[in-house]
């Protein structure tokens, strides 16, 4: 006998194998975006009129027939006098699959217990496959973060599962991590999230940082996700065998000088973003420039997971200068060497060593990229790097903790990160995310679980425990205090006046919520 839970993971996995076949039959174009339903007058007047308040729950809706007959229908009487969209919707769509609990938060317990009922809450089975459906089918359990973001999501699910290791919940960890192997084997990286609309861009590669938690566990993992391991660094470095001169720039790589290759982030979809596309189009109409310039720049941040924050835009200006893509992200290159560290351990543990000192030699050139680029000596503090301009941005950001975090900074660097990190980023709630108060909801007044995590730990990679615990524990007081007020952990946390909650942003503050719990649980671990 075959048990429910097989049937099930057969069924992920056939249905991916469909939705696979079914993008691979259309041209590049189509396959990038689904350009039929995204960019359709359907989608796009759904969008512009606001029928939902928010833009990604039409992106998630279901058409209860095929999107061509959808489309077909919308386009023949959409002129009708009479015709009413909202009824068209309701008519012709299923609303987005939020699953109904009858979870109610108990106060009266302590912070840590509610997080361990929260686990099952946040938990999704392996998916089924429908043709109608955004959804990118997985073959095994995740956990979502929560709220308006029902499926997985890449970098957000590496500080979820920090939290499962805390509580030794390996099974689910596995499940994850081999549900993203899946994606990397089937559709050649890990797209933002599994939706058809995020297949334009991937995030921030914390992949081989998940292998690393089930290597810990038992060091012979390494072996099995090697060969994904590889095919997501082919990913980031497509199109490294075009760059000829420096300047020259392809997707994801940019030539620095003649032997140098780093990274920024990217999306090759010149196109509102579908889960945001009224914001994105709204934006674009009142800018001046190109319009597709800014939707690159526009979804390279959603790539970076930081969307949005000044650390992208020109100098004094709002969202409409954003230049994503002109920048030498600090936090993607550190995140890169980490993979090619990966990769040369697993090389050499199977044998294969001269591709093994390949990918050695790679990491360092990357280490020694970084340090010449990013490294601003005066200030003495990691900072991305223009190369359309050739200069640091003067933007300071939490991304400046990643090279402590994978052990690139010397002790003198790591020093003066710590100084600035405890004279001007630590506030009354922890880290705040910049310095700039913008009203994006990636600069102050917030804080974000991911960053006080990958600042507390490279802190401590260089035994500067003080100021990391002082932020480990003003962040908990912090998330302690706003579950005592409303039973809920949030998406983020303002961090300077801790009697207001998190905002900016172009949705309200999310409750769940997937990281902030994971990073709760592992401040909270050996207290």
Known sequence: MISHSKIKIMKAKIGLIVFIMFISCKTKVEQESNV??????????????????????????TPKKSLAETIKLYDNHKSDADFDLKKFVADNFDLPYRPQTTFASDTTLTMEEHLTRLWPVLQRDADEYDANSSLIPLPHPYIVPGGRFSEIYYWDSYFTMVGLQAQGRYEIIK?????????????????NGNRNYYLGRSQPPFFSL????????????LQHYLPMLQKEYTFWMHGSDKLLKEGDVVE??????????????YDKIPRPRPEAFKEDYNLAHQATGSKEELYTHLRAAAESGIDFSTRWFKEGEGLSSIHTT???????????YHLERMIAKGLRDKGDADEAIKFKRAAQARKNAIIKYCWNSTDKFFYDYDFKTKSLSKVKTLAAT?????????????????EILRKEFLKPGGFTTTLNNSGEQWDAPNGWAPLQWMAYQGLVNYEFNELANEARVRWLKQNNRVYKATGKMME???VM??????????????????????IALKFMEGK
């Open 36 to 61: 039929d339903f995204y960019s359709s007058d359907l989608f796009k007047d759904v969008q512009l009129q606001a029928v939902f308040p928010d833009s990604k729950s039409f992106a998630d809706c």
């Open 175 to 191: 499940n994850m991590v081999d549900n993203f192997a899946f994606l990397i084997d089937s559709i050649g990286f890990i797209p």
């Open 210 to 221: 998940m292998v690393k938690i089930l290597t810990d566990k038992d060091s012979s993992t």
């Open 252 to 265: 994801h790589v940019v030539k620095m000088d003649s032997s140098v290759i780093l990274n920024r982030y």
């Open 326 to 336: 002109d920048f030498i992200a600090v936090d993607l290159n550190s995140l890169l």
């Open 402 to 418: 990643y090279p402590l975090f994978v052990t690139i900074a010397d002790v003198a660097q790591a020093k003066g990160v710590e």
């Open 492 to 494: 983020k946390y303002n």
């Open 497 to 518: 006046d801790t009697t207001l909650a998190g905002g900016g942003g172009e949705y309200p503050n999310q409750d769940g919520f997937g990281w902030s719990n994971g």
